[in-house]
């Protein structure tokens, strides 16, 4: 199976700040590689797809980059609502695979 | 608009079979491309994803999982089910069914869910 590793595991900052996670694979995953966002209590919500494609509907201060092992999600500039947690997954290789999560948090 | 919604038992017992229903609407489970998955959260922890149906009866499992899980559609009824055996109570989670959609403007078409339920709270005990 393919490792998904994100960092960090917790981040706490502040309205209008740059934010980046990180999402490391065991192996390369080519450009499959899908971020989610999930608020507590409600389903995940699908942000970018294919490593760097925006989802319809999701606002463009959400990016994704990089390909093969290391990848990003960046929030250009932190809304009250993007506090969230959010999850990588590969779907280069079955078994699909999730990343731990990252808890983003008001600083 | 495509909507999902899972539906089951709240609560089973160890070792009893649990059989959980995804009712959907808005797409169909024959246009090629489209599956549906099933994906779990025990509480405070991450997500896991179980089971993939595809349009064509292509069925994928989690391997760790592969010999306690069945997933099948019934394209009528727009229905995908997924049973899993000798329920445990580390089992307990929220379970998740999601849209995989056929029709993503990059190559490979890759495995993406797009729309999910709301989920269902399974508590395994006796």
């Known amino acids: 199976d393919i490792q998904m590793t994100q960092s960090p595991s917790s981040l706490s900052a502040s309205v209008g700040d740059r934010v980046t996670i990180t999402c490391r694979a065991s192996?390369?995953?080519?450009?499959?590689l899908n971020w989610y966002q999930q608020k507590p209590g409600k389903a995940p919500k699908l942000l970018i797809y294919?490593?760097?494609s925006l989802q319809s509907g999701v606002p463009s201060r959400f990016s994704g980059g990089g390909s093969g092992i290391d990848f990003t999600l960046t929030i250009s500039s932190l809304q009250p609502e993007d506090f969230a947690t959010y999850y990588c997954q590969q779907s280069y290789t079955s078994p699909i695979t999730f990343g731990q999560g990252t808890r983003l948090e008001i600083k | 608009q495509i909507t999902l919604k899972e539906s089951g038992p709240t609560l089973v017992k160890p070792t009893q079979t649990l059989t959980l229903t995804c009712t959907f609407s808005g797409f169909s489970l024959s246009t090629g491309g489209v599956g549906v998955g099933w994906i779990r959260q025990p509480p405070g922890k991450a997500l896991e994803w179980l089971a993939l149906?595809?349009?064509?009866?292509?069925?994928h499992y989690s391997p760790s999982l592969k010999s306690r899980l069945t997933i099948t559609k019934d394209t009528s009824k727009n229905q995908v089910v997924l049973t899993m055996t000798n329920m445990d109570p580390v089992d307990t989670a929220t379970y998740y069914c999601?849209?995989?959609?056929?029709?993503?403007?990059?190559?490979?078409?890759?495995?993406?869910?797009?729309?999910w339920g709301q989920g269902t709270m399974v508590t395994v005990s006796s």
């Open positions: 999601a849209h995989r959609p056929g029709n993503l403007p990059v190559a490979g078409n890759p495995d993406v869910f797009d729309i």
């Open positions: 192996q390369s995953v080519t450009s499959y």
């Open positions: 149906i595809y349009w064509d009866d292509d069925k």
């Open positions: 294919a490593a760097f």
